[in-house]
Structure formats: C-alpha cells, structure tokens
C-alpha cells in the first residue's frame, strides 16, 4: 500500500538558518504530495502540494518539488524565522482520495 | 474559507464510557474523514464517508464507529472507551474528486 517515510526529528534551528526535511514515498500510479503544518494547539493546515511530477509547491518561503525518480518530495525554507516552529507532515493521496501520513517532524527555531 | 469545527478540544472520559465525537463542515463537502495523532506515529485514518449515510473502514477502525445523518456533520463514536483511545483525534473533509483536505482543530480526548 502507499506509505510516507520522512526524516525523524526533533530538529532544532537558529533563526536565518536553512532548513531541509526529507520526505520519500511508496505509491501506486500518481499521487499527489502535500506538506501540512500543525503550529502548537492547532490543527493541520495545508503548506504546499504538488499533483504531478516535476511539479514545485511553494508557500511562505517554503518549496518542494515532486521527484518521481526519486519517489521524493523534500521541503525546504532557505531562512527560518521563530515563528515556523511547528510539526511538519509529508503526505500522499492516490487514486481514493484517502491522505497517507509521514510520522511528522518536529521543529523548533530558537531566536 | 472552509471551516472545519469540532465539538470539544479537550474531553476526559472514563474507560467504557461511550464517547462521541461530532465534526461539522461549512463547505458543502462530500468527503470526511476521521484521524487519530499519536506521537511517532502521524496521523492514521479510522473511518472516512464519500456520502451521507456511506461510511468505509479506514486503517485503525477497531473499537470505533461513524454515523453520517447529514452531509455536513460526521461522528465519531467510541463504543466502549478504553485507555489506548487516549489520543489527539482530528476531522478533515474534501470536495467530491479533490485531493485536498481541510483540517479542524483537534479534539485531545483522555480516557481514565
């Protein structure tokens, strides 16, 4: 079945600092690719996505791009600022529509 | 913008309680689903709906249920509350033929 294996954390950062979180997957046809973002005390909230391959999300600074020679989709800011503290999910969606979940990656940008 | 609202985020229940957790959205969507967080793990589906009065199994449905009256509301009832139910549980929803999915906030449910 389709699974999401991203890098384990924590991962703890001074602010300007570049950040990269691996993200790879195991899928059937063509997925699409997200990034959500969990902030502390709230739920999930879509950062980027991308639905084919070659394709680039970007969103607040932060990029991805959809590899599928890789079976890939690492997120990367250049700058972190204290305020992109959160948990960050690496997840796929085929053909079902159903969203499979990396285990998330906890990140802390001290100032 | 969607919204996705649960009804408590946080809630403390005793074991074989019966617990409901209920879950509206604004956006006319067909698709929701029902998730629990646990830490190292992600989020794990546990039952999700395409329509109103349809409800599929998802990867972790033991010892819960769904009920889907109307389209804008999902349930999530735990028969017997047990303590591994102990968890961050999470409602999403979608469009008909879209991938994406709008998050609610959360409800931390403990169960002594």
């Known amino acids: 079945g389709d699974s999401v294996t991203q890098m384990e954390g924590p991962v703890t950062l001074s602010e300007e600092a570049f950040l990269t979180i691996n993200c790879t997957y195991t899928a059937t046809g063509y997925p699409s690719l997200f990034w959500y973002v969990q902030y502390p005390g709230e739920g999930l909230q879509l950062l980027l996505k991308a639905t084919k391959a070659d394709d680039k999300g970007s969103n607040k600074g932060f990029e991805a791009t959809y590899r599928k020679e890789t079976t890939s989709f690492h997120l990367e800011k250049g700058s972190v600022q204290v305020s992109d503290s959160a948990v960050y999910f690496c997840?796929?969606?085929?053909?079902?529509?159903?969203?499979?979940f990396g285990a998330g990656t906890t990140v802390t940008v001290r100032a | 913008d969607v919204k996705v609202t649960q009804s408590s985020r946080y809630l403390v229940k005793r074991t074989g309680e019966k617990v409901f957790l209920e879950c509206v959205q604004d956006m006319d969507h067909e698709n929701m689903f029902w998730y629990r967080q646990d830490p190292g793990l992600g989020l794990r589906l546990i039952y999700f709906?395409?329509?109103?009065?349809?409800?599929e199994k998802g990867d972790i449905p033991e010892g819960y249920s769904v009920s889907r009256e109307k389209k804008e509301r999902f349930s999530l009832i735990l028969e017997s509350a047990s303590t591994n139910q102990t968890s961050m549980y999470l409602c999403?929803?979608?469009?008909?033929?879209?991938?994406?999915?709008?998050f609610g906030d959360g409800t931390r449910l403990s169960i002594l």
């Open positions: 999403a929803s979608s469009p008909a033929g879209r991938r994406t999915q709008h």
């Open positions: 997840a796929l969606s085929g053909n079902d529509y159903k969203l499979s």
């Open positions: 709906s395409y329509d109103v009065k349809m409800k």
